[in-house]
């Protein structure tokens, strides 16, 4: 276990370690009365009180759309759902107009609200708090909808989403057998594989993890292992992760010796190649262990019939 003393104090190191804590996804949206609109994206939504009704997030001091949140009467905090990943990078990216070609409706104080997020919160200003580099912003909640649908989150960098956490325990002598499997749940099929998967990386992941790579570094290795050389915008299609986090991630394999990047390309150096080797060798360990069992013309059906879920859903 390391730990990192406030002597040899590293932000990068400190940013990393709170990205172990899973959150969701938000776009902050906030207009001026002339109608100047400006969007953010952030993961530091969190709630504050329920009598009266306050939430807050946090915004960069040098953010160069602070200066409307501190104007605007109102602010939305748009909680995005699992298939919003493109509006998430839309508004954590630098553009001149984030709101070309987006959809979205006029709230409290003009803010703009998006369509199918899994919550709203439009929010009266209520205080503004300083908070090292950067400013807390509290809002009062004056309306909210709650679609009640699956969220996007981030962890370790890196976009993630909701799976059902169902936790498997032996019986106890004379207790009942468990309902697990039992019923029409054997035959749900998404039941199943939410369950399959779960038990398959509770196996997989801390072996992965082992080797000193968050989840979306090695994600990384195992994308450019197949076509090193690939642009940034390229890297963001195949690993699910902002913009930022993948400038982050690069810099991190390049401390480490595992990649390059130059005209504009990230490449796997010889290190990086031994590394990623190595990451597919636990992959295919697991795979193995796991569908040994099971013959070749099993696993091909099994693999047309994933393939083609992704290909339809």
């Known amino acids: 276990m390391s730990t990192q003393t406030e002597a040899a104090f590293d932000s990068r190191a400190f940013r990393r370690a709170l990205g172990n804590f899973a959150t969701g996804v938000t776009v902050v949206t906030a207009a001026t009365e002339s109608g100047y609109k400006v969007g953010v994206t952030a993961n530091s939504f969190n709630s504050v009180s329920l009598d009266p009704p ?91 909808d709650d679609f009640g649908r699956s969220p996007l989150l981030y962890h370790q960098g890196a976009y993630s989403m909701v799976l059902p956490h169902t936790r498997m325990t032996q019986r106890e002598e004379g207790q009942p057998p468990s309902s697990h499997f039992q019923g029409r749940l054997s035959h749900n099929l998404y039941y199943l594989m939410t369950q399959a998967l779960r038990a398959y990386q509770a196996s997989y992941q801390p072996r992965q993890l082992s080797t000193g790579l968050r989840t979306s570094e ?25 913009a930022r986090e993948i400038d982050e991630a690069v810099a991190n394999l390049k401390r480490k010796g595992l990649v390059t990047d130059s005209d504009d390309k990230v490449r796997l150096t010889v290190a990086g190649i031994d590394q990623t080797e190595a990451l597919w060798t636990i992959a295919r360990e697991q795979q193995d262990k796991v569908f040994g069992a099971f013959s070749d013309e099993q696993i091909e059906t099994f693999k047309t019939v994933l393939k083609s879920v992704i290909r339809n859903c």
């Open 54 to 144: 306050l939430i807050l997030w946090s915004i960069d001091k040098r953010s160069n759309s602070h200066a409307v949140f501190e104007e605007a009467s109102h602010f939305a905090v748009n909680v995005l759902a699992a298939d919003q990943i493109d509006l998430s990078n839309n508004f954590a990216r630098p553009k001149e107009d984030r709101f070309a070609e987006i959809e979205y409706e006029p709230g409290e104080g003009g803010a703009p609200v998006f369509a199918d997020c899994a919550a709203r919160f439009e929010c009266e200003k209520y205080q503004q708090v300083d908070g090292g580099d950067h400013w807390i912003m509290i809002g009062k909640v004056v309306a909210f």
């Open 218 to 242: 090695a994600r990384m290795l195992m994308v450019l292992e197949n076509d090193a050389g690939l642009n940034l915008s390229d890297l963001q299609r195949e690993v699910a992760m902002p």
